[in-house]
């Protein structure tokens, strides 16, 4: 189970981010009264993007992290 932390930590850490972000950016920028519907073609481009961000950056830090802090 070990082995697949990184990808469950990756899959609830973007869900958690992308549904933030892109509930605050609807809030904030869409006028319209379309607000679900904008949301959800935010979410699904953002859900992605942070996913595979988090894929790539996260052991990138871990490793500089550790070496620095030690």
């Known amino acids: 189970m070990k082995r697949f932390r990184l990808y469950i930590f990756a899959f609830f850490m973007s869900l958690c981010t992308s549904t933030t972000v892109s509930l605050v950016i609807v809030y904030f920028n869409d006028n319209d009264n379309h607000f679900f519907s904008s949301f959800i073609q935010r979410f699904f481009f953002a859900w992605p993007t942070v996913f595979l961000c988090i894929l790539i ?3 990138i830090i871990n490793k ?6 030690k």
């Open 64 to 69: 500089q992290l550790d070496k620095y802090l």
């Open 57 to 59: 950056f996260v052991p």
